[in-house]
């Protein structure tokens, strides 16, 4: 299937990268096999047969998962790794030398800032975080060393979303390249390449996988020469995503749509409803007519996601209290399967950015992030309803 973009979004993800094997020794398979083999024989020393030679190189299955996910962010080229943060390395390894420096969002996930500050910040790049809901403040930060901009859109856990076209005319014009890790809303929801960023990333452990119960991570590249640095060093670095974890990730994404539809539906309701709520005293979901960049989301956006924040009334105890009375919604870290999972970030996710900056970006000590599953929404408001009564 070459011309994969001729398909819509759930034709692709069923089929893309998964076309049985009508071959002569093929047997049809309308599932791509494990390829548990961790080598693959050849009968001439200068021809691995059909271009695999070690599975850390390339592995069927995973190549099955990179083609689809490449195809579904209107990319040509994909790479599955073993989590969302070894997606995250691999790029940061593959694009930024000592002594370069890069531009990031202030609103990162908490990981996501411990790498770029406690593994590459202290010996390889300098980082200068700031404010992206504004275009104008990546453009200030930029210098003659800056080699990457990083973005979130929309951020872990503030839902602050980034104009990504204006950004990339920004960075295109100095020659930077634009990580956008499109984690919150999926392909299904927001094809950043589209919108002109160079690289995406996501942690399939989320809204791809979809199930709990795989991590992962991916990137998506249309340049070629991006391409050839980021398999470099996939290939160098090793942290990729295994066979049987690959058909999990493929597993999953077939449902992408559908999920992503009820997980948006799911929330917008209980945005709304929370938004009554006298024990409430806001809510981020980029849905809502209240969310200060609405405008942008309908624009840049074909949905809103499953992700919502909201700042109950009280004190840190309160909050907690709130947590270890809910029912149906699991207390727990992570985000984009099909259950209700709750958090705390300032105890949890976000617990390694400091206090000073988390005050500074605006996580307050009774910020709740839900990621709201595809459950009956009657369900999840009466767990909601008694654990804040
Ligand atoms: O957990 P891992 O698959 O390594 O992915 C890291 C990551 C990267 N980017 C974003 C936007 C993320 O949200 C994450 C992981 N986040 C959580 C575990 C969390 O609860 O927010």
Avoid: C
Avoid at 60 to 84: D, H, I, V
Avoid at 257 to 265: I, K, S, V
Avoid at 286 to 299: N, R, V
């Amino acid at each position: 299937m070459a011309n994969t973009k001729k398909y819509g979004f759930s034709t692709r993800a069923i089929h893309i990268g998964e076309e049985p094997d009508f071959r002569e020794g093929g047997t049809g398979d309308v599932v791509i096999p494990i390829h548990l083999s961790t080598t693959f024989a050849r009968k001439k020393v200068d021809e691995p047969t059909a271009g695999y030679e070690y599975t850390r190189s390339l592995n069927p299955t995973r190549n099955a998962l990179e083609t689809k996910l490449a195809s579904l962010e209107n990319g040509r080229y994909g790479f599955a790794f073993s989590s969302g943060l070894a997606a995250e390395s691999t790029i940061l390894l593959s694009l930024v030398k000592p002594g370069d420096h890069i531009v990031a969002f202030d609103d990162l996930y908490g990981g996501t800032k411990r790498l770029i500050n406690q593994v590459f910040g202290n010996f390889v790049f300098e980082v200068s975080y700031v404010n992206a809901v504004d275009p104008k403040n990546v453009e200030e930060a930029i210098k003659e060393n800056t080699k990457l901009v990083w973005l979130e859109s929309p951020t872990n856990p503030l839902l602050k979303l980034s104009d990504i076209t204006a950004i990339s005319r920004i960075t295109q014009k100095h020659g930077i390249v634009l990580v956008v890790d499109n984690t919150f809303l999926s392909p299904y929801f927001q094809k950043p390449l589209d919108l002109g960023a160079d690289v995406v990333v996501h942690s399939s452990t989320k809204y791809i996988g979809g199930h709990s119960d795989v991590l992962g991570g991916s990137v998506m590249v249309d340049n070629e020469e991006l391409f050839k640095k980021i398999q470099y060093h996939q290939n160098s670095v090793g942290a990729v995503l295994s066979p049987f974890d690959s058909y999990l990730t493929l597993r999953g994404i077939k449902t992408l749509a559908l999920r992503m539809e009820r997980h948006q539906g799911n929330a917008l309701t209980i945005a709304r409803y929370l938004e009554k709520h006298p024990k409430v005293i806001r809510v981020i979901y980029p849905g809502l007519e209240s969310h200060p960049q609405h405008a942008l989301a309908k624009a840049q956006t074909a949905g809103f996601g499953g992700v919502l924040s909201f700042e109950i009334v009280g004190t840190i105890d309160d909050a907690k209290v709130f947590l270890e009375k809910l029912q149906l919604f699991a207390l727990a870290e992570s985000l984009g399967g099909v259950e209700s999972l709750i958090e705390l970030p300032a105890a949890m996710t976000h617990s390694s950015v400091s206090r000073e900056v988390r005050e500074k970006i605006g996580i307050s000590d009774t910020l709740v992030r839900v990621s709201v599953g595809i459950e009956d929404v009657e369900d999840l408001i009466a767990d909601l309803e008694q654990a804040l009564g």
